[in-house]
């Protein structure tokens, strides 16, 4: 019994005795060796005021027109009305998406729900950002507007609610900042990992790196289907006269 004692003592002081001595060395290295100079961070001017585009942005609307956009019904020019540094949807002629596909993004993007209040609900200033033409990032006027809490303004329509309501009274710019990560998947379409999204409403955090459940359903069960790793920007027509500007994305792939 004794030498069995013994042994243990043995094994539990070296068990404490080597981590402690590591600790130690580490204490005795230079600062420098846990100092890298590679790869270096690449210089970004940002913006000149705030919500300005930073140098590397790829800009979706700058007031002037709405080039970077066409009809997501034929790819025609998009017919949505351009007026005063601002873009409104027009009821009935369909939704709009980007020339260009985009994986991983940080997006800016500002819009208002009309000063005339219409309807309740999910009748009151709706339209939809869609990252890749499938992730929905809800906007609505949640302003006083009682509806289901994953539909709201700032909700992943139908999966995630916001963690508050940051709207602003109609006829006033609400503003998105978001980082989507785009979800992954192997040679055989297998889901690897799914997306997942941070987004700032008004320069509060509603969407706290939520993983998303699969494409936006507005009925059943979201579900990953493979896709190709970059897909166009989807806005939605919903029948609303919402407005929009200063709209910028960074390439985060």
Do not use: C
């Amino acid at each position: 019994m004794k030498l069995q004692v013994l042994i243990l003592f043995l094994v539990l002081g070296t068990v404490i005795l080597i981590p402690a001595m590591a600790q130690q060395k580490d204490i005795k290295l230079p600062p420098e060796a846990t100092e890298f100079y590679e790869p270096k961070v690449k210089v970004v001017t940002p913006g000149k005021e705030n919500n300005l585009p930073p140098a590397d942005a790829i800009v979706l609307f700058d007031g002037s027109n709405l080039n970077a956009w066409v009809s997501d019904r034929d790819e025609s020019a998009a017919p949505w009305k351009v007026e005063n540094g601002i873009f409104t949807v027009v009821p009935k002629t369909g939704g709009i998406k980007t020339k260009e596909s985009f994986g991983d993004v940080q997006v800016h993007v500002e819009w208002r729900a009309p000063s005339e209040v219409k309807g309740k609900g999910q009748g009151r200033g709706n339209s939809g950002f869609f990252f890749m033409g499938k992730y929905e990032l809800q906007i609505l006027d949640s302003y006083e507007n009682e509806t289901y809490s994953n539909g709201q303004a700032a909700s992943i329509y139908k999966q995630h609610p916001p963690l508050a309501n940051a709207m602003r009274p109609p006829g006033e710019w609400n503003t998105y900042d978001a980082i989507f990560t785009a979800p992954r998947f192997n040679k055989d379409g297998m889901l690897i990992s799914p997306a997942r999204i941070t987004v700032l409403h008004n320069g509060v955090l509603v969407q706290n790196n939520v993983e998303l459940r699969g494409p936006t359903e507005y009925i059943g069960i979201p579900h990953y289907v493979a896709h190709p790793e970059a897909l166009p920007i989807h806005l939605q027509d919903h029948g609303d006269l919402v407005s929009f500007r200063n709209i910028w994305v960074r390439k985060l792939d």
